[in-house]
């Protein structure tokens, strides 16, 4: 075979190789799959829920949902290896996206690697959550003590949207 030809498809296979690598490894979109809208919660609830589960699809990390209207509840399932004993008390859960942020105060919920925060759904929030392809972040204590990179959290938007309007409130399931 010619050199150049040689030369050319290593070229050609090498371009086409990096393309497809690029294309599946888009972290943003990589976690937009961990998200769910599910009718009923982790406790097996009737209700709507945004879920973000671990990369093995299986494992819910987060878990938003609507308690009344106006407020988005976000609970928090640390991974099973986190000391919280060994770590500060958690004092704000919050959102953040373009260097803009929101906390509010978190409390224990039922169990030490259970957390819970709640949050008035205003604009600064919406915006916060609002798709636009780019990362949002939670900040939640972890293993590594950075905040969760969770893609683009369209659910989350969508869910926080209704419970604004009260159309995301517990309801039953037929």
Known sequence: M???????????????????VAQNSDPVRKREQQWAIRDVNAAGQPRRTATFLADDLKT???EASCPEKGRLDLRYYA???LD?????????MGFARHGVSVSSPA??????ERFLVSFAIDD??????????????IDAI???????????????H???????????RQRSID
Do not use: H, R, Y
């Open 2 to 20: 010619n050199a150049k030809l040689v030369v050319s498809v290593v070229v050609a296979l090498s371009v086409f190789s990096g393309i497809a």
């Open 158 to 168: 969508q869910l926080a949207t209704a419970c604004k309007e009260g159309a995301g």
């Open 60 to 62: 819910v990390i987060f």
């Open 79 to 81: 991974e099973p290896d």
């Open 124 to 137: 600064k929030l919406l915006s916060i959550l609002k798709p636009d392809g780019s990362e949002m972040t």
């Open 84 to 92: 919280t004993k060994k770590m500060p008390d958690v004092k704000q």
């Open 107 to 112: 409390a224990v919920d039922g169990a030490p």
């Open 142 to 156: 972890n293993i590594t003590d950075d905040p969760w990179f969770v893609g683009d959290a369209a659910p989350l």
